[in-house]
């Protein structure tokens, strides 16, 4: 999908929560954060646009995760500096023509209440893409330890994820469509990867780039090795 051929338009209200029955989107997305994670509620709040920033660190439903080893070799990582650092050149050429962290845009990277409290404390990354609208992602980079990949994994599936191995990780994927009052339909979604010490989470609104989440694994993890 081309970001820059995608509609752009500005709403005054709308919510985004895409593990309940009832959402109600809010088009807006979360200005990158050097804290060790969010503080916002998991319902996020309409706000207005502004300029850009880098950052600085600060499936089925069934079945049960096995705990993710993080003294595999190559699956811990470190935070990253910045947004930047975390996609390829090709992507980040991709993405360039909209907004990276706008300070207007409060979308959080998850709405899963587990993950929201493991945010609250762990070293994080937060990046967006996008201004305040019906369009764009917040995606968070987080370091967890091997209890909370196997809590975030359990929720994933317990919350109706699809979820498959990818890259010795777990990513996991859901989806949902929200018919709105003028009759458009908004597509609304969370990816989430984890590996070694790794997670990585995006919240999405009309906006899924192909190969996103994979671009990122990639370019923390490095290609996979070679089974031989």
């Excluded at 050097?34 to 706000?47: D, V, Y």
């Excluded at 996609?87 to 959080?108: F, H, K």
């Amino acid at each position: 999908m081309t970001p820059v051929a995608a509609r752009r338009r500005t709403v005054t209200a709308s919510g985004a929560a895409v593990l309940s029955a009832s959402l109600v989107l809010v088009a807006v997305l979360a200005a990158c954060s050097p804290e060790p994670g969010p503080t916002a509620t998991p319902s996020p709040i309409p706000s207005t646009p502004g300029g850009t920033a880098s950052a600085t660190p600060s499936g089925t439903p069934s079945g049960t995760p096995t705990p993710i080893a993080t003294d595999e070799p190559g699956a811990s990582i470190e935070l990253p500096g910045a947004c930047e650092d975390i996609y390829s050149d090709a992507l980040l050429a991709t993405l360039s023509e909209l907004p990276m962290n706008d300070p207007g845009v409060t979308l959080l990277s998850t709405e899963m209440a587990s993950g929201l409290e493991i945010l609250e404390t762990a070293p994080t990354l937060r990046c967006t893409w996008g201004a305040p609208s019906e369009f764009g992602l917040a995606t968070n980079v987080t370091v967890v330890d091997a209890e909370q990949a196997q809590t975030l994994e359990q929720s994933m599936r317990d919350a109706g994820m699809t979820c498959a191995e990818y890259e010795q990780g777990t990513m996991c994927r859901i989806e949902t469509e929200h018919l709105q009052e003028d009759d458009v339909v908004a597509k609304i979604g969370e990816t989430h990867y984890l590996r070694g010490n790794g997670w990585v989470s995006t919240h999405w609104i009309n906006f899924a780039p192909e190969g996103y989440t994979e671009d990122i694994v990639a370019t923390l993890w490095g290609p996979a090795p070679q089974k031989g």
